[in-house]
Nanobody
Framework: QVQLVESGGGLVQPGGSLRLSCAASGSIFSINTMGWFRQAPGKQRDVVATITSGGSTNYADSVKGRFTISRDNAKNTVYLQMDSLKPEDTAVYYC?????????????????WGQGTLVTVSS
């Protein structure tokens, strides 16, 4: 029905930058909030940043001033620009979207997750 495909993870040195992308595709009528979550080894999955369809953003305290979330509604894509990366930012990053999908001629609210992309911050 609806898929999220992430890209942009990898290995970066402390202080470096990475940009994650997440594109939504499928039977989409509209996308409401999109966001990024992360899960470090042995820890729970936590929210990193979210953005509404109107562009309002929220960030976890740990990334404020370093990460920037944005979206291109025409491309159904959300981005996460990560600057001044720290070793504690190492985690699998997951894209999330709350979507109104068209299913068999009707509308359905869905919460969709991407497959995750690994970000490793290490020297």
């Amino acid at each position: 029905q609806v898929q999220l495909v992430e890209s942009g993870g990898g290995l970066v040195q402390p202080g470096g930058s990475l940009r994650l992308s997440c594109a939504a595709s499928g039977s989409i009528f509209s996308i409401n909030t999109m966001g990024w979550f992360r899960q470090a080894p042995g820890k729970q999955r936590d929210v990193v940043a979210t953005i509404t369809s109107g562009g309002s953003t929220n960030y976890a305290d740990s990334v404020k001033g370093r990460f920037t979330i944005s979206r291109d509604n025409a491309k159904n894509t959300v981005y996460l620009q990560m600057d001044s990366l720290k070793p504690e930012d190492t985690a699998v990053y997951y894209c999330n979207a709350r979507v109104i999908a068209t299913v068999s001629g009707s509308y359905r609210n869905l919460e969709v997750w991407g497959q995750g992309t690994l970000v490793t911050v290490s020297s």
